[in-house]
C-alpha cells in the first residue's frame, strides 16, 4: 500500500507545551482514518501537524516520502486541503465564492467552474451558491465549507469534525463522499466524535488519549467495551449493525434516582 501520510517518533505542540508525545502514524493511499477521542485528546492538534500549520518538536512528519516542512505553500495547498473546525467569515462572499477560493492553488484552469459546480451539487450546497455566506445557518457553512474543500482537488483530505453541524441525511451524504473519494484514490483523514458515525465510515479508527494514540485498528478491534471504558472513563455496551456488522456503541443505562432542583 502506497504511504501518504507518515509521521515517526513526532512530538509537537504550542506555546512551549507539548501536546502531543511520541506519535507514530501512517496512513494509505485510498484509505479513510477517523481520528477519535476525547476532548483535549490531541486529535486537532495532531490533524494541525498533519496539514503543516504546527511544525514536530521532534521525530518527522512525511508526505509521500518528502519531509512536510519541506514543501512551498502552493505545492502543499495542491496536495492536501484541510477543513478547520470552524470557519469565520465575516466579508459578504456569496457561498460560491467561498467555493471558488479552493481554487486558488490552481491559477486559471479551463476547468475551475466545472471543479466549482461539481462540488457545490456533490455537498447539496446549489441552492444557496448565490447566498451571503454569513446569512448561512451553521449547518449550511459547514457544507459551503465542505464543497471549498472537495473544489481544491488535493489528493489528501484533512477534515476536522465535518458533520458536527449536520443533520443525518447529510451526515449521510458525507459519508458517501468520503467513501467515493477514497474508491478513487484518495485518502481522508477525519475527526469524529460520534464513534458509530466512525465504525460506519472508517476503514481505520486512531483512538487517541493524552496526546498520544492509545489503539489504531479496525472499528471491531477499536471500539469494544474495554478499549471505551479505558480512553472515555465510562461504560458501554457494544452491539453490531445488522446490516454490515459495524460495531455500534451504546451508553449503559444509569440507575438511581434523579436530583432535582428547588425550582422543579
Known amino acids: 500500500m502506497t504511504v501518504v501520510l507518515r509521521c515517526e517518533r513526532m512530538t509537537a505542540g504550542l506555546n512551549g507545551r507539548d501536546l502531543l508525545h511520541d506519535v507514530s502514524l501512517e496512513v494509505h493511499k485510498g484509505e479513510v482514518v477517523a481520528l477519535v477521542g476525547p476532548n483535549g485528546a490531541g486529535k486537532s492538534t495532531l490533524l ?25 505553500p502552493k505545492e502543499l495547498a495542491l496536495l492536501r486541503s484541510v477543513l478547520p473546525q470552524q470557519a469565520i467569515i465575516q466579508f459578504s462572499f456569496t457561498a460560491r465564492e467561498i467555493v471558488r477560493m479552493g481554487r486558488s492553488p490552481h491559477g486559471d484552469m479551463d476547468d475551475e467552474i466545472l471543479a466549482i459546480e461539481h462540488a457545490i451539487s456533490q455537498t447539496d450546497s446549489s441552492h444557496l451558491a448565490h447566498r451571503i455566506f454569513p446569512t448561512l445557518s451553521v449547518g449550511e457553512q459547514a457544507r459551503v465549507s465542505l464543497a471549498r474543500v472537495l473544489a481544491q482537488e488535493a489528493p489528501l483530505l484533512l477534515l476536522d469534525e465535518p458533520t458536527a453541524a449536520l443533520d443525518l441525511r447529510h451526515q449521510q451524504l458525507v459519508q458517501q463522499i468520503a467513501r467515493d473519494y477514497a474508491n478513487a484514490g484518495a485518502t481522508i483523514v477525519m475527526i469524529v466524535h460520534d464513534l458509530n458515525y466512525a465504525a460506519a ?18 472499528p471491531s478491534a477499536i471500539l469494544t467495551p474495554a478499549m471505551v471504558r479505558d480512553v472515555f472513563e465510562c461504560d458501554v455496551v457494544v452491539t453490531y449493525h445488522p446490516e454490515d456488522g459495524t460495531p455500534v456503541v451504546l451508553p449503559m443505562k444509569k440507575t438511581g434516582s434523579v436530583v432535582r432542583s428547588s425550582g422543579d
Not at 48 to 72: E, N, Q
Not at 201 to 218: C, E
Open 48 to 72: 494541525s501537524v498533519l496539514a503543516g500549520d504546527i511544525p514536530p518538536r521532534a521525530g518527522s512528519v512525511t508526505l509521500f516520502d518528502r519531509p512536510l516542512a519541506s514543501y512551498k
Open 201 to 218: 465510515l472508517a476503514d481505520r479508527i486512531v483512538l487517541m488519549s493524552n496526546g498520544s494514540i492509545a489503539a489504531n485498528g479496525g
